[in-house]
Every structure is written in C-alpha cells, then in structure tokens.
C-alpha cells in the first residue's frame, strides 16, 4: 500500500490562501484609549492659556508672501496686548505667527499633527503639543482660544473657518469670540456670497449671523477688533 503523501503547504500559490483579515474588535478598544488619553491631555494643555488667539493659514506662503508678514506683524500686536499665539504648528502662515510672537517675547504655541513623515514644527515654537488623530488637535485648536484669526489657505483652513462660525452659530463657543479673517482679495468674494446668496437669496443663513466673523486688511484693523470684542465680553 502507497504511503499517503504529507500535504506540503508551501506549494500551494499565495492566490488560493484566503486574505488574512484583521478583527478589528481587538483593537478598537485601545483606540478608545489613545483618543481619551489626546483628549485629556489637549484640554490640560490649552487650559494654561486665559488669553490667547488662534491664528489659521495656508502652509505653502514662505515669507517672502505679504500675507506672512501680515500674520508676523498681527502676532507682534497680539503679544503686546498680553495674547497667547497659537497655531497649528507647521509652515508658512503658522510659522510667521509663531515667529512674529517668538520675536516679541510672547507666548508662542504649537498644536501639532504626527504624521509618517514626522511632525512639520517650526523653529519659532517655546511650547507645542502633538496629536496623532485629526479631530483630536481640531478640537484643541477649535477650543483653545477667544479670538480665531484667518489668513488665506486651502481646504484646511476653510474648514476651520466654518466649523468656528457654526460653533459660535450653535453657542459652543461664545459669541464674543472673534472671528477675524485677514485680506479682503482673498475673503471678499466668499463672504459677498455668503451674504447675497445664502442669506439674502435662500435664507439658508440668518442676517444676524453675518455679524459672527469681521472681515479686515491690515493687521492693525485686525488687533482693534480683537481688543474691542474682549471689551465687550470683560463687560
């Protein structure tokens, strides 16, 4: 009688073997974790900082882009008026925040993304943070201030821009807060249509809303509205 050959594993293709497929419910628990333990340690974070601005940008302007030295410059002011500047952390807008508040002698702070490449700090952070999730340093950055200052920027930014005025919208984040956006080429064509077609056209927007973000040129006009709504809100 022929003696039964062992069945040899290794000769069979890979493409008969079924995909090995990850339980998903034997990691989503530490997950859990790791974002409660973001969380915690964001919110201990930010609740150093009483008085403080947050400053959104496109990371692509270096400085020799006017809107860098715009965001330099309203940094230097913020630091005068006793301001914590914080931002995202990384390049471009974010960086001539950080450097105009670094300059001045302020507080300059960064709530940084981790991403495979490494975190994109810049040199001119004395303090920063770092968060693996997304929406766990969009909280942060949506939580950690009483005015929000936005210079030109991508798809980043203009999703920071309306998450901030509906939740000002909503009173998840005071109304007193400032909503500053910086450069009227840039901002003027989305704000006429915010204001003619949402509100005015389909009434999708309440005209009292409009009067949640301020629209400016300079740094200067910036900082007045700034100090004006923490007039305001002190009252």
């Known amino acids: 009688m022929e003696k039964k050959k062992d069945f040899d594993l290794s ?3 890979d493409t008969e073997l079924p995909p090995i497929k990850e339980d998903f419910r034997e990691t989503f628990q ?3 974790f790791r974002i409660m333990a973001e969380f915690v340690e964001g919110f201990q974070f930010v609740a150093d900082f009483k008085k403080s601005a947050t400053i959104f940008g496109s990371s692509s302007f270096d400085e020799n882009n006017p809107y860098y030295e715009k965001a330099r410059s309203l940094s230097r002011l913020l630091v005068q008026n006793n301001f914590t500047v914080i931002t995202g952390g990384g390049p471009g807008i974010m960086e001539a925040a950080n450097r105009g508040a670094y300059e001045e002698g ?3 702070v960064g709530i940084n ?3 495979e490449e490494g975190e994109r700090a810049n040199e001119y952070l004395k303090r920063s943070i770092g968060f693996y999730y997304f929406f766990t340093r969009k909280v942060m950055l949506s939580f950690s201030s009483s005015a929000y200052i936005f210079f030109p920027g991508g798809f980043g930014t203009l999703d920071e821009f309306f998450e901030i005025v ?3 919208q909503t009173k998840k984040i005071l109304k007193e807060s400032a909503v500053v ?3 009227k080429e840039y901002w003027g064509p989305l704000f006429k249509w915010i204001e003619e077609d949402l509100c005015r056209k389909h009434q999708t ?3 009292e809303n409009l009067s949640i973000f301020h629209l400016v040129d300079t740094p200067e006009e910036a900082i007045e509205v700034v100090k004006k709504l923490k007039e305001k809100k002190n009252h």
């Open 106 to 108: 302020g507080d300059s």
């Open 113 to 115: 993304i981790q991403l």
């Open 30 to 32: 530490w997950r859990i």
């Open 11 to 13: 000769q069979v293709p």
């Open 166 to 168: 509906t939740l000002i």
């Open 181 to 183: 956006a910086v450069g």
């Open 205 to 207: 927007i309440k005209e």
